[in-house]
């Protein structure tokens, strides 16, 4: 283990290795936490390699530019995007360089403020966002600031480190403050919410339509939640995890169905015989690409969000043709944070089922593990800090 960590400066102190699944983290971080005399070190959780988190401890971030921010972490979720680098190392060309920290969908406490700053205070309570445009180049003049030709987003390989460490430094436009009613898990949510938000909005008036999502994890999750406070009432999902279906249904959808042991394109034309007028793919699969297109009626419009492990899809062109299918991609998310924080603020959005499983920052691994194999019925895994 003897490359320093990228784009952080100083000298790592201390590197706690729990190659060996059998060593005791708990153990691990008291013996850390004896060495560890400095205040000015932190802990972090980083890939080190294929299926490899661990525990290392640096420099804590401070603030440079007088606009920064300096945040210690409360919660954090654990994405699918992160698992994405943990198993394969990679999402298409971002590539990780171990070793390297992971994590964005924070929320945290503000515990320094820079002198320009003033959309934050020391003690708020803020729910960040991810991405850091450059607010030059011509996506972010286009008002397209998640497409900035030189965007740095939170535990993206190549761009900036991750939020799964005790303090983080981010500039004042990341920082969204939230009100008490929210809890800081619900500010950590509001990263995929909004995403979810963000793909509705893009997509068609939703009052009245059928709606498809193909894929019930928290991203599509989200997208139901976002889509019911539109005025979606009319949902086919499915998932092969029953637990996630068992989600769907407590939250009201017309059809759930897992492809694995039905034909879930037959049973939604039996209920709907028009079709779908829009289906979300959150999944990232092959199989879901082919049910969205035959569940499509004429006219209809398919939004790929899910995130594939392969690189090319297929479409069957006869079908797309005939039925002039329009299809949109959904990039993360475009100026959607501050509705959703004030949707779920409102109560037009609960979030309160989408949190299945908490676990302590020092068995973050776990929650990788567990995220990983779709065990226990895991929707989202949060970690806690305090
Ligand atoms: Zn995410
Ligand atoms: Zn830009």
Redesign the pocket.
Known sequence: MSPPFPKISGKICLRLCVDNQSINIEQEIKRSQKNSTNSNQMKAMVLTGIRRIEMAEFPAPKIVESTDVLIKMKVV?V????VHYYINGKIGSQVVLYPFPVG??GAGEVMEVGSAVTRVKKGDRIAIE?AMPCGECDQCKADRPHTCRKLRFLGCPNQADGCLTEYIVMPEESCFPVSDILTYTEAAIS??LA?GLYAVNQSIPLEGATIGILGFG??GMSVLLSAKAKGGNNFFVTDLVPERLQIAKECGVVYTGNPEKTNVVAEVKAIEPLLLDVVFECCGKQEAIDQAVELLKPGGKLMIIGIPEFDRWSFPVDQMRHKEICVQNVR?QNHSLEETLELLESGKVDAGKMPTHRFPFARTREAFDLVTAYKDGVMKAMIDFD
């Open positions: 979720g994405c699918g995007s992160d964005h969908e991810p990263e995929p995403i928290p991203i993360r």
